[in-house]
């Protein structure tokens, strides 16, 4: 592993993984600077900047920066503080790389995101501000928050029994909670994992589906069958399901029930009627943990009926073992065009909600008409003069 050397200027915040030798070559007072970074693995170093160099190209997007690679070097140019940044990604990512670790699609955004939030990196301090994002550790893969909201809502679920995720499409709130579910199986804090959803067709009508109960939910559910694939072995994901210890549990045949020892996730509550909402979170027993997340921008209820997800957070938000986060478009960890996709269809929203500015009282026509028009005063002609005799 190579020794990094600081450049001008570190100040006296923390000290970056030694995985690079990092190289000022611009004066600091420079409006744009140079910084040269060498990592100490060819491989590594191929993975870190990705795929036809798709990585970097994130960094320069996100940053406003260049970044040219050469071999395992990388040169980073232009504001001071922005080509900081760029190295602190680099370096944290190159480290989870060199521990064994995996960089995902989304990774490189969620360490700006990070990087972001601690604020200019030299003068970030661990007594005031956190080191970095919460994470959920899974026998399969570690799972770290992208975002402060994703941040704030892993923390919710290591700290509350009830957790309600609130925001549009692509913000990872049914990826986390099923992070979350996991984790407790896998350490046996619960015995089992319940999985439900309204089956409510989104605007269309799909009639009659063949199959027992199970065929006829799974496409409902397939969300959630992703992120359980995606976070867990496929073949214990099948056992677990035959064995019951992973029950797929509609929401409609859920009354009666006392949901004990267990991580229940109610997904897409925002097509929840009512009476639904609260059978549903009446049914929570000892040991057990709650998840409940949804779109209020989404609802496909009948017109005329209260979503059951407004109306509980509404109540609930408050009340001692609940909590709520909510998400907005900047939280979208989905392809950065989804996060413009939201921002739009809110703004639209916005729009629709806010009063008419008010409008002039014409003038009435028949006033108009009768209304003398104002004239303009004479003026005398000056007098002739005669003509001398």
């Known amino acids: 592993m190579a020794t990094r050397t600081s450049g001008r200027g570190s100040g006296s915040g923390t000290a970056a993984p030694a995985a690079s030798t990092a190289r000022w070559l611009t004066p600091d007072t420079d409006t744009s600077n140079q910084i040269v970074l060498a ?19 994130a960094i320069e997007r996100r940053l406003d920066i260049v970044a040219e690679q050469r071999g395992n070097h990388v040169t980073l140019e232009g504001p001071r503080e922005a080509c900081d940044q760029a190295r602190h990604v680099l370096e944290t990512l190159y480290a989870r790389l060199k521990k064994g670790g995996e960089i995902a699609a989304g990774d490189v955004e969620g360490v700006l995101r990070e990087a972001a939030s601690q604020g200019f990196l030299f003068d970030f301090d661990p007594a005031t501000k956190k080191q970095s994002f919460d994470e959920i550790q899974l026998r399969r893969r570690s799972v770290r928050a992208r975002t402060l909201a994703q941040d704030a809502y892993i923390r919710a679920l290591k700290r509350q029994t009830l957790v ?8 990872g709130k049914t990826w986390l909670a099923v992070a979350y579910a996991v984790h407790l199986l896998e350490r046996r804090i619960v015995d089992k994992l319940i999985l439900s959803r309204p089956a409510v067709e989104a605007g269309e009508r799909l009639g009659f589906l063949p199959g027992d109960m199970k065929e006829k939910v799974d496409p409902y559910l397939r969300p959630i069958y992703d992120a359980l694939h995606d976070l867990m072995d496929r073949n214990y994901v099948e056992r677990a399901l035959t064995s019951g210890e992973i029950e797929i549990a509609p929401l409609a045949f859920m009354r009666g029930r006392t949901l004990a020892n267990a991580c229940v996730i109610l997904d897409e509550a925002q097509n929840t009627t009512s009476m639904q909402m609260k059978m549903f979170l009446t049914r929570l027993g000892e040991n057990s943990h709650m998840i409940v997340t949804g779109d209020p921008s989404q609802i496909d209820l009948p017109p005329g009926q209260t979503s059951g997800l407004a109306e509980a957070v509404g109540l609930l938000e408050n009340v001692e073992g609940v909590e709520v986060c909510h998400f907005n478009a900047a939280d979208v960890v989905r392809h950065e065009l989804v996060g413009r996709i939201v921002a739009a269809y809110d703004g639209k929203a916005a729009a629709a909600r806010r009063p008419p500015a008010p409008a002039q009282a014409p003038v009435p026509a028949q006033v108009a008409a009768t209304e003398p028009l104002a004239q303009e005063p004479a003026v005398e002609a000056p007098p002739l003069e005669e003509p001398p005799q």
């Open 39 to 57: 990592f100490d693995d060819n491989r590594l170093a191929s993975l870190l900047f990705g795929h036809y160099g798709q990585n970097l190209a």
């Open 164 to 171: 309600f995720g609130v925001g549009p499409a692509g913000t």
